[in-house]
């Protein structure tokens, strides 16, 4: 059931962001955006710092072979994907902005392919990714109501997925030395620090705050730090190939979500269409390949 729970909370984000960007008034504000994801990153940092500092009784530190790496994983996994990510969901819906970022599931096989001895491409691996990206190209061309692909929206959401792929080759290099709690809590923020900094730069308005604003802000930082903290746990007590089958509840619950919040029409051929083959590409790659190699994402939010 916390697996479940943790993927409907990774799956809840991008219409959870959507919303921020309407409360908040910064939907046509680049900078503002990328302000409000610093915000949320930096505070989710914080906590799990925090959290990370009352597990080992002591203030967690970077070991000094990873100094260097934390700071590429800062940079790609969350400064740069997440850059990408706010930018391209004002521009694309809630249900669209749910589907691609599971295009990082496909794009890990190959990238492991190529770099890991132990996690190469098989029948089902490569039939799940074909399978998967045909879900990708219909909610893309004819997915939603803006048109179709664009760089500014669909393609920005693309380089995100790329961003956490590469991301999370960082990472798992420097898990040899550190635990995920503390690589995720400097991760976190140090890049969230970073969008901030870039935010408060380039920002050329201000933010109108409420109250509702405030709560999807701190529901987003929930989702981040308190979902983070128990996929966590999952991982230390499961093996990730069980866990990873539960990665198909994201574009649902966010397709789901998306309808609910965001009063989106969901229920066109071409979003059911694409979410269907989506979570059957997952669902191939992650339930029919174990055994054939070990799956390839660790989802955060």
Request: charged fraction near 10%; hydrophobic fraction near 50%.
């Amino acid at each position: 059931m916390l697996a479940i729970f943790c993927n409907v909370l990774f799956g809840s984000a991008g219409p959870f962001i959507k919303l921020g960007y309407a409360e908040f008034n910064i939907a046509n504000d680049l900078f503002l955006r990328i302000l409000f994801a610093g915000v949320r990153f930096f505070i989710s940092g914080l906590i799990v710092l925090a959290v990370d500092a009352a597990r080992q009784r002591a203030f967690p530190r970077i070991h000094r072979e990873n100094r260097w790496t934390i700071l590429w994983v800062a940079l790609t996994y969350t400064f740069l994907q997440y850059a990408c990510s706010y930018m391209g969901l004002a521009n694309v819906t809630g249900s669209v902005g749910s589907v691609i970022p599971s295009t990082s599931t496909f794009i890990s096989l190959f990238v492991a392919h190529f770099i890991y001895r132990d996690d190469k491409l098989n029948f089902f691996k490569v039939l799940g990714c074909v399978i998967g990206f045909a879900g990708i190209i219909i909610a893309c061309y004819t997915g939603d109501s803006l048109g179709g692909f664009s760089l500014n929206g669909e393609g920005l959401m693309l380089a995100s997925a790329l961003f956490f792929v590469v991301g999370s080759v960082f990472l798992k290099k420097a898990g040899r030395f550190n635990t995920g709690f503390t690589l995720t809590a400097y991760n976190l923020t140090i890049g969230g620090g970073l969008l901030m900094v870039v935010g408060l730069i380039g920002r050329s308005g201000g933010i109108r705050v409420t109250l509702s604003g405030v709560l999807v802000l701190c529901y987003l930082i929930f989702v981040s730090s308190v979902g983070f903290t128990l996929w966590s746990m999952l991982l230390k007590k499961y093996p990730i190939s069980l866990l990873s089958v539960f990665n198909f509840i994201i574009p649902v619950s966010g397709t789901i979500l998306s309808g609910i919040f965001l009063k989106e029409n969901i229920f066109t051929w071409q979003n059911i269409c694409s979410l269907l083959l989506v979570t059957a590409g997952i669902l191939i790659v992650n339930k029919l390949a174990v055994g054939r190699g070990a799956p390839a994402t660790e989802e955060t939010a």
